[in-house]
């Protein structure tokens, strides 16, 4: 595990072969600063050759593959400009590439937004003929988007207006992450004879799960009190970005911002609502249960939030090299065949992958995928074993998209968001079958089980979870017009903590502030879809560790499919139905009978 007593490292102190590869997209500054000039000399083109000419099946086709083309080039612009970024906010050169993406974003929104517009403001039949012809197949996911959409589409000159306005009206994200990884700052703190740095990557990657319960503590308070300097700030960015999007689903025609928000994931208001509300009712009592069994296992008067993220085994964690975790990944998903892995390969031999923690990086992990190019991967690698199910997960977005691009245009829909994340949890899942399947002793196998639950379970089940009920709580505040501040927010969530843990956890001073810890907040309702991807994923991925070909081939093909199919659709083309709560609780079921194991092999 990285233990960091004092500060992260600065970027240039890290070893290379272990950062993400960015020159695979631009070699130098300077080719990415022609890359920008390029694209700007094709879409000023696209304008003037297509705005009010789209009128007639040849024309269109032509325009719809030059918008492809444009997309392709967009995407390797916006993620160099903002991948670098992500890991080093402290550069010059980083911090002014980011910057100007925003006014990059305008000046191509303005010019391309006639597209959509014209193309929605053309007859039923002319739409039609364009995708029965041999050509136009491959767009017509994207035209029945355009049919969906048209609905909720402005006046031409207000969407021209409304890109212009774009990097105003959506950066939001980009304040919250200025403050988060530039402004605070958390006071050192001693225990014994020691003294801590503190920071948001050491205390959610090292201090907040330590084995020492005075560092743990400590650090708890130490982060908390500097979330707290920069409550206020936070919230207001945070309000004023969830006002916008109300402003926006009114602005086109929404009487909920719920149901403006769902429109693009193609989700009922139902389907979301059953999400929360069954795992809130009936997840909660297994976790309860976990925090019980925790509270034994460590011999501990009580169970605090300070605590529940502690490992459960009192044995040294485990620790796992990078190469070492390739070697694991690299054998549990061959059930996916040579294309699959092929992805997975690449993502080690060509450094897609950026391990380290390093002052200013992002916390947490993701995974951006880029159409025609790499699919870079940001973790905050602790050395231990919880990391290959990390990796494991995020490797599933690469696979997942990785395949979309190649069965699909850049500008076909993605996959709903309400789907993304059942590819990279059922990774987790057919991962930690692997490792339950090796020869190891009962303790061990115990440990692991207790691993699986916090790192899959835990965190996509019931961090997200709590997300996800604290943000439909400040929805319905803005749908009712209700005044929203720091004290409200922090009201919410506290609510929302102690309706889940009830009497098996106590709710530590500066729990309420967690809130502040998720940038999901600013992608719309995503916190939710973890645990609808993981209800997909927990079924599919046991069927695939169980070795079904069948479902091996389904799920492949749902991989590659991108958006031309809804989620509910994608869940029920491996069997699982989304349409009620049953798959719901098979996966509620699960944890519980992992819970189960953990008990028996005492």
Same mark, same amino acid.
């Given at each position: 595990?990285?233990?960091?007593?004092?500060?992260?490292?600065?970027?240039?102190?890290?070893?290379?072969?272990?950062?993400?590869? +960015?020159?695979?997209?631009?070699?130098?500054?300077?080719?990415?600063?022609?890359? !920008?000039?390029?694209?700007?000399?094709?879409? *000023?083109?696209?304008?003037?050759?297509?705005?009010?000419?789209?009128?007639?099946?040849?024309?269109?086709?032509?325009?719809?593959?030059?918008?492809?083309?444009?997309?392709?080039?967009?995407?390797?612009?916006?993620?160099?400009?903002?991948?670098?970024?992500?890991?080093?906010?402290?550069?010059?050169?980083?911090?002014?590439?980011?910057?100007?993406?925003?006014?990059?974003?305008?000046?191509?929104? &303005?010019?391309?937004?006639?597209?959509?517009?014209?193309?929605?403001?053309?007859?039923?039949? @002319?739409?039609? %003929?364009?995708?029965?012809?041999?050509?136009?197949?491959?767009?017509?996911?994207?035209?029945?988007?355009?049919?969906?959409?048209?609905?909720?589409?402005?006046?031409?000159?207000?969407?021209?207006?409304?890109?212009?306005?774009?990097?105003?009206?959506?950066?939001?994200?980009?304040?919250?992450?200025? &403050?988060?990884?530039?402004?605070?700052?958390?006071?050192?703190?001693?225990?014994?004879?020691?003294?801590?740095?503190?920071?948001?990557?050491?205390?959610?990657?090292?201090?907040?799960?330590?084995?020492?319960?005075?560092?743990?503590?400590?650090?708890?308070?130490?982060?908390?009190?500097?979330?707290?300097?920069?409550?206020h700030t936070v919230a207001a960015n945070y309000i004023n970005h969830v006002q916008?999007?109300?402003?926006?689903?009114?602005?086109?025609?929404?009487?909920? &911002?719920?149901?403006?928000?769902?429109?693009?994931?193609?989700?009922?208001?139902?389907?979301?609502?059953?999400?929360?509300?069954?795992?809130?009712?009936?997840?909660?009592?297994?976790?309860?249960?976990?925090?019980?069994?925790?509270?034994?296992?460590?011999?501990?008067?009580?169970?605090? +939030?300070?605590?529940?993220?502690?490992?459960?085994?009192?044995?040294?964690? @485990?620790?796992?090299? !990078?190469?070492?975790?390739?070697?694991? !990944?690299?054998?549990?998903?061959?059930?996916?065949?040579?294309?699959?892995?092929?992805?997975?390969?690449?993502?080690?031999?060509?450094?897609?992958?950026?391990?380290?923690?390093?002052?200013?990086?992002?916390?947490?992990?993701?995974?951006?995928? $880029?159409?025609?190019?790499?699919?870079?991967?940001?973790?905050?690698?602790?050395?231990?074993?919880?990391?290959?199910? &990390?990796?494991?997960? %995020?490797?599933?977005?690469?696979?997942?998209?990785?395949?979309?691009?190649?069965?699909?245009?850049?500008?076909?829909?993605?996959?709903?968001?309400?789907?993304?994340?059942?590819?990279?949890?059922?990774?987790?899942?057919?991962?930690?079958?692997?490792?339950?399947?090796?020869?190891?002793?009962?303790?061990?196998?115990?440990?692991?089980?207790? %691993?699986?639950?916090?790192?899959?379970?835990?965190?996509?089940?019931?961090?997200?979870?709590?997300?996800a009920d604290f943000q439909r709580k400040v929805y319905e505040a803005v749908d009712n017009d209700e005044v929203l501040n720091?004290?409200?927010?922090?009201?919410?969530?506290?609510?929302?903590?102690?309706?889940?843990? #009830?009497? *098996?956890?106590?709710?530590?001073?500066?729990?309420?502030?967690?809130?502040?810890?998720?940038?999901?907040?600013?992608?719309?309702?995503?916190?939710?879809?973890?645990?609808?991807?993981?209800? $997909?994923?927990?079924?599919?991925?046991?069927?695939?560790?169980?070795?079904?070909? %069948?479902?091996?081939?389904?799920?492949?093909?749902?991989?590659?499919?991108?958006?031309?199919?809804?989620?509910?659709?994608?869940?029920?083309?491996?069997?699982?139905?989304?349409?009620? #709560?049953?798959? $719901?609780?098979?996966?509620?079921?699960?944890?519980?009978?992992?819970?189960?194991?953990?008990?028996?092999?005492?």
């Amino acid at each position: 595990m990285t233990k960091q007593n004092g500060p992260l490292p600065t970027r240039d102190l890290l070893n290379k072969e272990e950062t993400w590869d +960015l020159s695979l997209l631009f070699a130098t500054q300077a080719e990415y600063e022609k890359a !920008i000039e390029a694209l700007k000399e094709k879409v *000023a083109t696209f304008n003037t050759d297509y705005k009010g000419n789209l009128t007639n099946v040849g024309t269109i086709l032509s325009a719809l593959n030059d918008f492809d083309d444009i997309n392709v080039r967009m995407g390797k612009v916006f993620q160099y400009g903002s991948l670098a970024y992500e890991v080093d906010k402290l550069d010059d050169t980083n911090e002014a590439n980011a910057l100007k993406l925003g006014q990059l974003s305008e000046w191509l929104g &303005v010019r391309l937004s006639f597209f959509e517009s014209e193309l929605a403001n053309l007859s039923e039949e @002319m739409l039609n %003929e364009l995708t029965v012809t041999e050509e136009g197949q491959k767009f017509k996911a994207f035209i029945d988007r355009i049919k969906y959409n048209k609905p909720m589409m402005l006046d031409p000159k207000i969407e021209e207006t409304l890109s212009s306005l774009s990097g105003s009206l959506t950066n939001h994200s980009d304040m919250y992450n200025t &403050v988060k990884f530039q402004d605070m700052v958390f006071p050192d703190f001693v225990v014994g004879s020691e003294t801590y740095s503190n920071s948001f990557a050491g205390f959610e990657q090292d201090f907040e799960g330590h084995m020492n319960k005075e560092i743990r503590h400590a650090a708890w308070k130490s982060f908390h009190q500097g979330l707290s300097n920069h409550q206020h700030t936070v919230a207001a960015n945070y309000i004023n970005h969830v006002q916008t999007e109300k402003k926006m689903a009114t602005l086109r025609g929404f009487d909920s &911002v719920f149901d403006y928000l769902l429109h693009d994931q193609q989700i009922s208001r139902d389907s979301y609502n059953l999400i929360i509300d069954t795992l809130t009712t009936e997840l909660a009592p297994v976790f309860r249960r976990y925090a019980k069994l925790l509270k034994e296992e460590q011999g501990l008067d009580k169970v605090t +939030l300070a605590d529940i993220k502690m490992p459960f085994s009192k044995d040294e964690p @485990m620790s796992i090299s !990078i190469d070492e975790s390739r070697e694991m !990944i690299e054998s549990a998903l061959s059930v996916f065949g040579d294309e699959y892995l092929s992805y997975v390969k690449q993502a080690f031999d060509e450094r897609w992958i950026d391990y380290p923690m390093n002052q200013s990086k992002s916390t947490g992990g993701f995974c951006s995928t $880029i159409a025609d190019g790499p699919s870079y991967i940001l973790l905050n690698w602790t050395g231990l074993l919880s990391e290959v199910l &990390v990796l494991a997960h %995020e490797l599933g977005h690469a696979g997942h998209f990785q395949l979309t691009y190649q069965n699909q245009l850049s500008i076909t829909p993605e996959a709903s968001l309400y789907f993304v994340e059942a590819p990279s949890t059922a990774n987790e899942v057919i991962m930690c079958q692997y490792l339950l399947n090796q020869p190891i002793e009962n303790d061990a196998k115990r440990s692991l089980i207790a %691993e699986f639950i916090t790192r899959t379970y835990f965190h996509n089940m019931v961090t997200h979870l709590l997300e996800a009920d604290f943000q439909r709580k400040v929805y319905e505040a803005v749908d009712n017009d209700e005044v929203l501040n720091a004290n409200r927010l922090n009201g919410f969530f506290k609510e929302t903590l102690e309706n889940f843990w #009830a009497y *098996a956890v106590e709710i530590n001073d500066g729990a309420e502030l967690t809130w502040m810890r998720q940038p999901h907040y600013y992608m719309g309702l995503y916190s939710y879809t973890y645990s609808a991807g993981l209800t $997909i994923g927990t079924q599919v991925g046991q069927m695939i560790a169980d070795n079904d070909q %069948e479902a091996v081939s389904a799920w492949l093909d749902n991989l590659a499919a991108g958006g031309t199919k809804d989620a509910l659709e994608l869940a029920a083309h491996v069997d699982v139905d989304m349409t009620n #709560a049953d798959a $719901i609780r098979q996966a509620i079921q699960f944890v519980d009978g992992l819970i189960d194991q953990i008990e028996e092999l005492a």
